[in-house]
């Protein structure tokens, strides 16, 4: 029997990479939720700094080596907000799928099609 | 047969769910990658606002009420990152996965361990 | 004779204003410079959140409704960003002087005129 | 007759330097306070990158180094402040004690002294 593709748990073997990345250098104690959180906005912004002069069409049409510096970036948010839900337990997909399911409340199609505005400012 | 677990193509799903939302309400047209840098970074400080004023050790002893508001905010930030992960065409998996193995080369075990020191900063 | 302006301490006076607010709240325990670099991202970000779907013209033609709430926004950080300078006894005017004086150096008007670049990346 | 000191407009002073900084090199093609906003909180996140793994207490005893580089991110998150609200045309002097007014009735002293507790969660 074929086992299952490794794609079925990409996001866990992730996980694992990570907790164990961070064991073998004794940065637990340095991954508090708190810490985590300004390590993981640091890196947010340093993805914002790639866009701030940008026109929107030029964020569109990167170059290679931008499109490879800006991954990095994503790469590192991505990495502390699952530190971060890993310490607070969070399962991050269910924690999405929980969201977006309160947000087609909040932004119902007939309201939000084609609008940019909060949910609170519709009249 | 039982089907394959449906967690195999969690992420994948995930996805998919926000392609349709954000088609579905014709906000293609604002998802730049521009404006979707900001709009995770505004989510990404939403987190750290529930972290500001707590001690590590606080950050560490949420209440339930205020891990489900933590939770929201990770939620938030998760799904933008996907979004700008999907119009740039970065497989956020394999970028986090490849940023990983950089950062092992940055930090190797013997020199990071218990060190909360960046890279460039090694004596 | 008239008295000096009173302009002439105006930064003096608000820095005052905020120091006695926070000293008559007990606030000093919770102002940490790593508190407070986290309260003033946090406000960034909400001046960051009024403009992230919009076009760069239409965050130049902002109703006054918008401008005001903008205008909120853009005191909350200042104030964080004199909290933070007052408890690390930075002073703000000659700190931006001086680094007026370095950015002088890194982007000489022959090279930087009219180009968004960051100087590391001048040819 | 001594001339008045010329801290009376050293702010003033700081602002005209920007304007003409900006000028110079027909930089205000690229200041839009969608940009500016962008680009102040890229600086915002590298005053947070300093304190991300300290203890509060560290960040509070930072050597003269460390001191010297966190005050160019507090000034380089300043100027951007004054440009936004220089394309704005926001006073932020007046605009941060305007603030404050609005604060002290939010954060009345009785209610709020000793406590962290954002003022919609006052019971």
Partial sequence: MTPPSNKTDSLEALRER????VRERDWDQFH?????AMAM???????????QWMTEQ??????????AQVEHEIADTFVYLLRI??????????AANRKIDLNALKYPVE?????????????
């Fill in 41 to 51: 906005i640091v890196e947010a912004a340093e993805l914002v700094e790639h866009f």
């Fill in 85 to 94: 839900s890993e310490v607070l337990g969070v399962d991050i997909i269910q």
């Fill in 111 to 123: 309201k939000a099609r084609g609008r940019n505005t909060k949910y609170t400012e519709f009249e």
């Fill in 18 to 21: 990570l907790r164990n990345f």
């Fill in 58 to 67: 030029e964020s569109k049409d990167l170059t290679p080596e931008k499109l």
């Fill in 32 to 36: 508090s939720p708190k810490n985590l």
